[in-house]
């Protein structure tokens, strides 16, 4: 890889890329919720007693104010408890973003079906 960067430049092949910073165009970036958390889990991780855990963390996105439970299962029940906690502290949000993760659907057959989360 570098020796061909070498001798295109040799060769006066390559062009650089001017300099040029941002300048922005005065208009501030549009809001569309007014108060919308994000939600995720990252798992499972295991540690020295083989035992597996689950990290769910929520975001506030206008004051990112956060907050990472850790769970021993990724059942809604677990998740359920964890957003109390925090919408106790944050409070319930316009919008909550979430992945598509197993637990916030109804069942496999019908994802689209109502569930704990939902």
């Not at 300099?19 to 499972?44: A, F």
């Not at 907050?67 to 502290?89: A, E, G």
Request: charged fraction near 20%.
């Amino acid at each position: 890889m570098w020796t061909i960067s070498r001798i295109l430049k040799r060769h006066n092949l390559t062009k650089n890329k001017p300099l040029t910073s941002y300048i922005p165009k005065g208009k501030e970036y549009p809001y569309e919720y007014i108060n919308s958390q994000q939600m995720d889990i990252v798992g499972p991780r295991y540690l020295a007693s083989k035992a597996r855990y689950y990290f769910h963390s929520i975001i506030y996105c206008d004051t990112h104010y956060s907050q990472i439970s850790v769970l021993k299962s990724q059942s809604s029940d677990n998740i359920c408890n964890s957003l109390i906690r925090f919408w106790k502290i944050a409070g319930i949000p316009d919008f909550l973003q979430m992945d598509n993760y197993l637990s916030f659907w109804g069942s496999l057959k019908k994802p689209n079906a109502p569930n704990k989360i939902k």
